[in-house]
């Protein structure tokens, strides 16, 4: 598609905004320590030292081959040659992931729309907002911290753009980058890739596709490497009947990703208030969408699979629709909802409509983590991009917007990066024993090197949450934990992991530790033994052989030994 000569950035102005975007979207989002890639760290752990915690249940777990396998072989050998602890090269590469992630949005958006406008207010819109708009039912598209996945979907997208642009070699060479990174993630991303290659290929272009050799060595190298992961990661052994696995996978520990139910009122409120908006855009400037029978496939396949995450996991459970996790094939819908609305508001900027624009601007803000902190919930950024899609109704025929608001705007991104980057401070910090509550420092210096403690997995307290977690005590005050969250890979382990998950966290209970009475705890040690108890909470009848002041925002904080006999 030809680009109109007037009201387009330069390109000057498009890196200039676009590096304005890459350190708004890291302060707003960059989480050098935090879920869920913590719960890959235990395997960097007994990767680099093989008897770290060996009386640790889930980290025992981590020697089996796991998503988490390949990332802790490959950082953790890196780690061990530079010296540099993976925390950091983890850090290190998700700032990368951060500051690449516009530039990579931007070549999508471009090669989908072919319009240079379009790719850099979808952009822009996007980062105001943290990508959390237009919100999606269960999952969120993006997320800060060190996942595997989140590096796949960067190599995904870009494979996405190679596609577009008929380079399907890099596109399988980066599918494989992809699969080797998380798995899933290629098996959700191929299906933008299926599409591209049905509604958007000419008959011509895909009898091509297979008669290029650099074509078909990039396709058998992945090949190889999904069908080594494929082999690797399918169950050997035990394999538990459906009815029992989709109840402990979906309804006891993973429900708010499979459950529509639990998604929240206000969520689905939001998501639906939100599709109509984009709905409403799409109504007006239909003529204007790019490759619109192919943006139509892809939603409605995103549609249809999320029926069928419905029906085949909560109504007549399939094991293989469950292990797909239908809600999370999210990462081929968001972008192209949010490519709609940049098509929108770039025809808002060619026409001057500077209503509409402040409104989505607005929109976009009011989903993001300042707004978010500040009570802004789900549905009033639904109503407010609701709103503006209204207002892009209006008649409103002025000029193109000034080229000057360009390098203003990345004036603003810089400047809202600041108080984003201070609300979140905390989580960029990279948490050491000297720098975290002292609980774990004392840990490490006053029990045994095998001993075990309950900790709290589910605060009714933000702060206590954020500061006391059994991933903490378990990699910061290096000692064991009998009981959390961090869910294991093998199903031979997910019975056993279950049992942990009842006894001592009661099914996931909110302040069940903090709230067990010393009967509770003994009846715990019984089943489930262990050495110490955490709480911020006095123990009624026991004497704790800890206690801490109050410190990075929780109050004071006390170890019993609870066992009838401790060890």
């Known amino acids: 598609m030809r680009e109109p000569a007037s009201s387009y950035p330069n390109q000057w102005q498009v890196l200039l905004l676009l590096f304005a975007c890459a350190l708004l979207f890291m302060a707003q989002s960059l989480q050098v320590w935090a879920w869920p890639a913590l719960d890959g760290y235990p395997a960097f752990e007994r990767w680099l030292d093989p008897g770290f915690l060996p009386n640790d249940f889930y980290t025992n777990t981590t020697v089996k081959f796991g998503v988490d396998t390949p990332q802790a072989v490959v950082i953790g050998t890196l780690s061990r040659w530079t010296g540099v602890h993976y925390t950091v090269l983890l850090a290190g590469l998700t700032v990368l992931r951060h500051l690449l992630w516009p530039f990579v949005l931007f070549g999508f958006f471009r090669a989908w729309s072919g319009d240079r406008l379009v790719a850099l207010l979808g952009v822009a819109l996007g980062t105001l907002g943290a990508f959390a708009l237009p919100k999606m039912l269960g999952w969120s598209w993006l997320w800060g911290d060190a996942s595997t996945a989140m590096f796949a979907v960067l190599a995904a997208t870009y494979a996405w753009t ?58 058998l190298v992945f090949a190889v490497a999904f069908g080594a992961q494929y082999l690797l990661l399918t169950p050997h052994g035990l394999r538990l009947p459906t009815a029992e696995y989709v109840h402990i996978l979906v ?46 496939a892809v939603l409605a396949l995103y549609a ?57 601007a607005l929109a976009f803000v009011a989903a993001g983590p300042l707004a978010a902190h500040a009570g802004a919930g789900a549905i009033k950024p639904a109503l407010l991009l609701l709103l503006a899609a209204v207002a892009g109704w209006l008649p409103w025929h002025g000029r193109p917007l000034p080229s000057w608001l360009w390098p203003a705007l990345a004036l603003v991104m810089v400047a809202l990066a600041l108080p984003n980057a201070r609300a979140r401070r905390d989580e960029l910090v990279m948490p050491t024993a000297a720098n975290s509550h002292q609980v774990y ?27 006391l977690t059994p991933q903490r005590m378990r990699l910061i005050g290096r000692r064991s ?25 009661n099914h996931g209970q909110h302040g069940f530790v903090e709230n067990a009475d010393l009967a509770t705890l003994r009846s715990i040690c019984a089943q489930l033994p262990f050495d110490y108890v955490v709480r911020a909470k006095p123990l009624a009848g026991a004497t704790p052989v800890a206690q801490f002041a109050p410190q990075q925002g929780v109050g004071s904080i006390f170890v019993y030994r609870p066992c009838a006999a401790p060890r």
Do not use: K
């Not at 009981?483 to 382990?493: G, H, I, R, V």
């Open 481 to 505: 934990v009998v009981a959390s969250l961090d869910y294991p890979f093998a199903e031979t382990d997910i019975r056993p992991w279950y049992r942990t998950w009842v006894i001592g966290l």
């Open 304 to 360: 249809a699979i999320c029926i069928a995450g419905f029906v085949f996991v909560e109504l007549w459970p399939v094991r293989l629709v469950v292990d797909l996790i239908p809600f999370r094939t999210v990462i081929i819908a968001a972008p192209l909802l949010l490519l709609v609305i940049a098509v929108s508001a770039a025809d808002h900027w060619r026409h001057g409509h500077w209503l509409a624009l402040v409104l989505l």
């Open 162 to 219: 190679c596609f577009l642009e008929r380079r399907a070699a890099a596109t399988l060479w980066l599918m494989t980058l992809a699969c080797l990174l998380q798995p899933l993630v290629s098996v959700h991303a191929g299906l933008m890739i299926a599409a591209i290659f049905f509604f958007d290929y000419t008959a011509a272009e895909r009898r091509a596709v297979f008669r290029q050799p650099a074509t078909l060595l990039a396709g």
């Open 251 to 296: 309804q006891e520990r993973h429900p708010g990703d499979f459950l529509v139910g639990r998604f929240g009122r206000s969520g689905v409120l939001g998501v639906g208030v939100g599709t109509l908006a984009v709905l409403v855009m799409a109504a007006r400037i239909r003529s204007q969408l790019p490759r619109p029978a192919l943006l139509l």
């Open 441 to 467: 420092q004392w840990a490490r210096d006053n029990t045994a090197p095998d001993a075990r403690f309950l900790v709290e997995q589910f605060p009714t307290g933000l702060a206590y949450g954020r500061v």
